[in-house]
């Protein structure tokens, strides 16, 4: 968040540089059990934001003194592949990817029976492949239905998408060039049947008043993809059951 430039990210109509309104998302595509040798998976664009995400387990957990005798472990390894932004990034683990891995881990926990699977291990790998900002709510919510794709057992699905600030306008989820040059971006997931807030970190400064209003769109914009990731869970169950009649 530099809040530094002389691009206008939203113009005198409201319109954002991505032709946009304010409290406009972008497009969203989800796609469950795109992965054969996955327990789940799930491919999801949200932009120009694509990730791919595969869940393994429960399985024994190891190494053993990771294991919890009253309950599974989730295990997330979020990774940004070094052509997945347009600087190329080092491949391999750094400090944001361990964080936004332990974030989400933490988030997925608190909707995932972990109790079930006592000494197990459920991992996530999430991949960015294109990224445009944004990448760890689309992470959390294609890992989500990677879950669900696994026949885990959860309460709810978790979607996550960021509110934040740009122009002085409050703005729904933040775009590359709003989230470098803006002046505030806070990703927000919930748990949809309850409204409980799982995740909420705010970079930037916005005064209580706009960080309402930006977080009364995230809340109905993250029911919005709910339903959108339910929809892509349906699509997948109906598929599967029609292929198992026919066979």
């Known amino acids: ?30 796609e469950a059990g795109v992965l054969k040798n996955a327990d789940g998976s799930c491919y999801l664009e ?9 869940v393994y387990g429960p399985r024994e957990c190891r190494p053993k003194h ?30 944001r990817s ?36 944004g990448t ?18 959860m309460r709810d699905l978790v979607p996550a998408i960021a509110c934040g600030k740009a122009d002085g306008h409050v703005v729904l989820d933040l775009n590359k060039e709003e989230d470098n040059y803006g002046q505030a971006d806070v990703p927000l997931a919930i748990i949809p049947s309850t409204d409980e807030i799982v995740l909420l970190q705010m970079d930037g400064n916005m005064t ?14 993250a029911h919005e993809l709910n339903e959108i990731q339910r929809d892509a869970l349906k699509r997948r169950y109906t598929e599967k059951a029609s292929k198992e009649a026919s066979e």
């Open 1 to 30: 968040m530099s809040g530094h430039t002389d691009m206008v990210l939203v113009n005198d109509d409201g319109i954002r540089i991505d032709g946009r309104k304010c409290d406009e998302k972008r497009p969203i595509k989800i």
């Open 46 to 54: 949200i932009g120009k934001n694509k990730v791919l995400c595969a």
């Open 66 to 95: 990771m294991q919890d005798p009253t309950k599974a472990v989730i295990q997330v390894r979020y990774n940004m592949q070094a052509y997945s932004v347009s600087d190329r990034k080092r491949p391999g683990t750094d400090r």
């Open 98 to 133: 361990v964080e936004i891995s332990k974030l989400i881990s933490e988030a997925l926990s608190s909707v995932v029976m972990t109790e079930l699977y006592p000494r197990a291990s459920i991992d996530v790998y999430i991949e960015i492949l294109q990224a445009n900002a």
């Open 136 to 153: 760890r709510c689309a992470g959390l919510s294609a890992a989500s239905v990677a879950l669900a794709d696994a026949g885990i057992p």
């Open 208 to 221: 209580r008043e706009e960080l309402d209003r930006g977080l009364d769109m995230a809340f109905g914009a």
